[in-house]
T-cell receptor, first 115, second 110 residues
């Protein structure tokens, strides 16, 4: 079974631009979460989607948004990029259908560099 | 690898030794705890989890201990191997929202 796939793996943007990152979860997984990983702040939760609905959101500004499609694939968007947005963006999927916490399977991430 | 903290606490062990990685969590209401391993250039990989109604859980070569009184979690790795070299994160949470610790770098020398 294929794992979580994230595209692109690496990208470089300049301040003020916007970026869209894509995540394809493991087949059958309906929950997709996004995390930001930086050396200074570590791994921080961005948001979680289930059945095209955002169920939970972390403490990030409104420039960070996401969505989930009917096939469970998810995208996240960051608008008006700032230097501090440079990070590894990780997507994780889970098979959990209810409110319980299940094992998260992470992709290898999209490394964003903002110049 | 290059994405994790530059000043992570580091545990250096010899191959074959047992390793103990510690973690203090912040939310006394958390009822679910997980340990993840992150190798260089890869996303975090699930190792083992434990719920708050337990104080110990064992997996293959790994044991997680939970002390709710002092909000402390530990991961024990038996017979540590060079392939265990990675950054280890504890996480707490629920409902698909995890709060990760800062991580510990484990270095295993042959």
């Amino acid at each position: 079974k294929a794992g979580v796939t994230q595209t692109p793996r690496y990208l470089i943007k300049t301040r003020g631009q916007q970026v869209t990152l894509s995540c394809s979860p493991i087949s059958g997984h309906r929950s997709v979460s996004w995390y930001q990983q930086t050396p200074g702040q570590g791994l921080q939760f961005l948001f979680e989607y289930f059945s095209e609905t955002q169920r939970n959101k972390g403490n990030f500004p409104g420039r960070f948004s996401g969505r989930q499609f009917s096939n469970s694939r998810s995208e996240m968007n960051v608008s008006t990029l700032e230097l501090g947005d440079s990070a590894l963006y990780l997507c994780a999927s889970s098979v959990v259908t209810g409110g319980d916490t299940g094992e998260l399977f992470f992709g290898e991430g999209s490394r964003l560099t903002v110049l | 690898g290059e994405s994790v903290g530059l000043h992570l606490p580091t545990l250096s062990v010899q191959e074959g030794d047992n390793s103990i990685i510690n973690c203090a969590y912040s939310n006394s209401a958390s009822d679910y705890f997980i340990w993840y391993k992150q190798e260089s250039g890869k996303g975090p990989q699930f190792i083992i989890d434990i719920r708050s109604n337990m104080d110990k859980r064992q997996g293959q070569r790994v044991t997680v201990l939970l002390n709710k009184t002092v909000k402390h979690l530990s991961l024990q790795i038996a017979a540590t191997q060079p392939g265990d070299s990675a950054v280890y994160f504890c996480a707490e949470g629920g409902f698909q929202k995890l709060v990760f610790g800062t991580g510990t770098r484990l270095l295993v020398s042959p």
